[in-house]
């Protein structure tokens, strides 16, 4: 063992564990210039009449198993999209995870209407379907389970959970790119799923966000409220539906469909990383890696969670860890807080601004989900381009951890 793994933390003067940066992202080359100069040196910049944005919803779609998909702006677009093409508004209630981005939330709100929260499960983080049950009323119009750090939810409890209550089903897999549930890429396993291409996704352009549906009608109401409420068949000017503009640029699509081709290897990379991770993290005391439903087939690995227990280090809490770990040289964050605790949902069981006020009323400041109440207390990420790094650099994550529990239980 050497010299940094046993001295003086980092955050207190010590060598860092992990000098010698990360992969950094994103990785591209040769490939995305060329694109990118190819939309350039074409003149035709947005997706109207262009072939960039109609080949990639094509070859995305493919990818993840579907047989529509409808390009966007971004991920939070997608699910505003998918919410009014399937006719949610006011007097809906949909059922959300409270582990989440605001975006899962506040498309809702978006569309007037309400977001109720229902809690997730302690081993994935993901919606709990007994949870869902719980929350369902007579006016619940949709569940929006999120594949959350690209770990699928349980899709076989929450698909018949929706059946059995005539709900539509939404997945948010902002996160989830290429990540399986019994052999079947995500985003088409409900009715519609939603998808980010922001910056630090593991398929990214910077911006940008699709969605996928199996349903011909579906994906044609998409495109219309992503399409300022156009048809397809319709003239220029002819808006038959509710819509903004939403539409994904030439650029981003070409950007995405190099991108694209890095992931399947990228995926078995970051499979690698998180397998050397579970394998040296689960040795330590006080650290629990998640556990994904043993239906998971492939995990995107957005993010690599794990649960720190502050018992196991002297009492010092999550934050603390977190500090002390980025310190070591490996960068880390707390994540999410419990998103009713969020001024946004205070303002509105507040009644604070022209908010839609048809539904039933929600207390958010009386919302307890006890689980993601624990997890935002206790859960660690590691992003997901630490994941694409050797196993001699991803050793130095447990050998940094070991070193902090060392200092503090001494
Ligand atoms: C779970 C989840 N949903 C929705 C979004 C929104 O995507 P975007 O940032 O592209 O709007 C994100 C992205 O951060 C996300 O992580």
Same mark, same amino acid.
């Given at each position: ?31 995305? $210039? ?45 699910? +505003? ?11 809906? +209630? ?143 000017? $002819? ?10 640029? $030439? ?121 993601? +109440? ?37």
């Amino acid at each position: 063992m050497d010299q940094t793994a046993t001295g003086k933390l980092a955050i207190a003067g010590g060598a860092q564990t992990h000098s010698g940066g990360w992969p950094k992202w994103p990785v591209f080359d040769l490939m995305e $210039e060329a694109a990118v100069l190819r939309v350039l040196r074409s003149g035709q910049w947005w997706s109207v009449g262009g072939t960039e944005v109609v080949t990639f919803e094509r070859e995305f779609a493919d990818f993840q198993h579907a047989s529509h998909a409808v390009c966007v702006t971004n991920g939070t677009a997608a699910l +505003e999209v998918s919410l009014r093409a399937l006719g949610i508004g006011c007097g809906d +209630e949909v059922i959300v995870p409270p582990y989440t981005f605001v975006a899962t939330a506040s498309s809702v709100l978006q569309v007037s209407a309400t977001p109720v929260f229902a809690d997730i499960c302690p081993h994935n983080l993901n919606l709990d379907p007994d949870a869902v049950e719980a929350a369902i009323t007579p006016g619940t119009a949709a569940i929006i389970p999120v594949h959350i750090a690209g770990c699928p939810a349980d899709m076989d409890r929450l698909r018949a959970i929706a059946q059995r209550h005539h709900l539509a089903l939404i997945e948010d897999a902002a996160q989830a790119h290429g990540a399986e549930w019994k052999g079947r890429k995500v985003g088409a396993i409900g009715e519609m799923g939603t998808f980010s291409f922001q910056a630090s996704k593991n398929l990214n352009a910077g911006e940008g966000g699709a969605i996928l549906t199996d349903q011909e009608e579906l994906a044609e109401r998409c495109w219309s409220v992503h399409n300022v409420g156009r048809v397809r068949s319709g003239k220029w000017y $002819e808006h038959q539906v509710l819509g903004g503009n939403f539409r994904m640029t $030439e650029f981003q699509a070409a950007i995405l469909r190099s991108q694209i081709k890095r992931l399947p290897e990228q995926m078995q990379q970051r499979t690698r990383g998180a397998a050397v991770l579970n394998q040296s993290l689960s040795e330590i005391p006080g650290i629990q890696p998640l556990i994904p439903e043993p239906a998971v087939t492939a995990h995107a690995y957005h993010l690599y969670l794990f649960r720190y227990i502050s018992e196991a280090f002297g009492g010092h809490s999550r934050d603390e860890f977190v500090d002390a770990l980025s310190m070591e040289g490996v960068p880390c964050s707390a994540g999410y807080v419990p998103l009713y605790r969020e001024k946004l949902f205070y303002r509105k069981a507040n009644g604070q601004g022209k908010w839609c006020a048809a539904g039933r009323p929600v207390d958010y400041t009386a919302v307890q989900c006890p689980v993601t +109440e624990a997890a935002c207390r206790e859960i660690v990420w590691l992003s997901q381009n630490l994941l694409l790094a050797d196993e001699s650099s991803l050793s130095d994550v447990a050998a940094a951890i070991h070193k902090i529990q060392r200092a503090w239980t001494r």
